[in-house]
């Protein structure tokens, strides 16, 4: 249910011309992508987010800022340093694409302009959290908090139904616990770490039932297919499922409420 405050004083951010959204988005998408870049190397090895200019990691040449300009700087040296010449890892300019890319699908599909807010500050943190998962395997404490935090005020300012919150929030850490227990007894391996089970509850305080109910579904489907690549691709099943999860909440986040009544209208025409 759709804040009554909300309805009667915000307009849709679909008045808008997309043209006029694109741009400035797809600019801020890009700059909150080279930091996700930063932030996704030095938060899981230990190093200061904020103190020390960003440097060459091969030669250690501080760089300026022609060497900081998102993709551009990338492309134009070649992928390498202009210093060194050591190779610079694609990471770079996929992480800054992708974050501009979903900047833009945030002006896209956000039904208003305090939801849209809220989805640009929550895209960072789960980008983030999905490259440190990818690269290291370990969510850290500190981004799932702030999502946490992010998640709950998504709920506020829309339809504040905190005690359906905390019931998703529980049956999904259940749920996540049971998977993971009934994947150990079978295989003897872990399952999904603490940090999928702490991003499940994640998704319970932020989406109403039948958003949250799909979200899990668009999670599993994406789980499966990663994990059926991968065993394919390495002859191993294992895989950081934690993207998979952010991409489905993001999805859930930006287009859940509209996807699912798409979906009730097919079924009842």
Same mark, same amino acid.
């Given at each position: ?8 004083? *915000? ?17 801020? $998408? ?74 833009? $699908? ?12 809220? /989805? ?29 935090? *992010? ?8 339809? $504040? ?63 499966? /297919? ?19 999860? *952010? ?8 287009? $859940? ?13």
């Amino acid at each position: 249910m759709e804040s009554p405050f909300l309805a009667a004083q *915000l307009p849709p951010i679909s008045t808008l011309p997309i043209s006029t959204l694109a741009v400035p988005l797809a600019a801020f $998408g890009l700059v909150f992508g080279s930091f996700i870049t930063a932030l996704s190397y030095r938060l899981p090895r230990g190093e200061s987010i904020t103190a020390g200019r960003s440097h060459c990691p091969a030669c250690g040449h501080v760089l300026s800022a022609a060497d900081l300009v998102p993709v551009v700087s990338w492309a134009v040296h070649g992928g390498a340093c202009r210093h060194c010449r050591a190779k610079i890892s694609w990471r770079y300019p996929a992480i800054e694409l992708t974050s501009a890319a979903l900047f833009v $699908g945030a002006g896209v599909l956000a039904r208003d302009i305090v939801h849209l807010a809220l /989805l640009l500050a929550m895209t960072p943190v789960m980008l983030a959290l999905g490259v440190i998962d990818l690269e290291h395997r370990r969510l850290p404490n500190s981004l799932v908090l702030l999502l946490a935090a *992010l998640a709950v005020a998504w709920r506020a300012l829309s339809d $504040g139904r905190y005690l359906e919150a905390a019931v998703l929030a529980t049956l999904s850490t259940t749920l996540g616990l049971v998977l993971d227990a009934l994947y150990r007894a079978r295989t003897g391996r872990a399952g999904l770490g603490g940090g999928d089970v702490e991003l499940l509850a994640i998704v319970g305080l932020a989406l109403p039932l039948e958003v949250f109910l799909m979200t899990l579904g668009v999670a599993g489907l994406l789980g499966v /297919l990663v994990g059926g690549a991968t065993r394919l691709r390495r002859g191993e099943a294992e895989f950081a499922f934690a993207p998979e999860i *952010l991409a489905a909440f993001w999805i859930g986040l930006a287009a $859940g409420g509209d996807i699912v009544n798409r979906l009730a209208a097919i079924r009842s025409g």
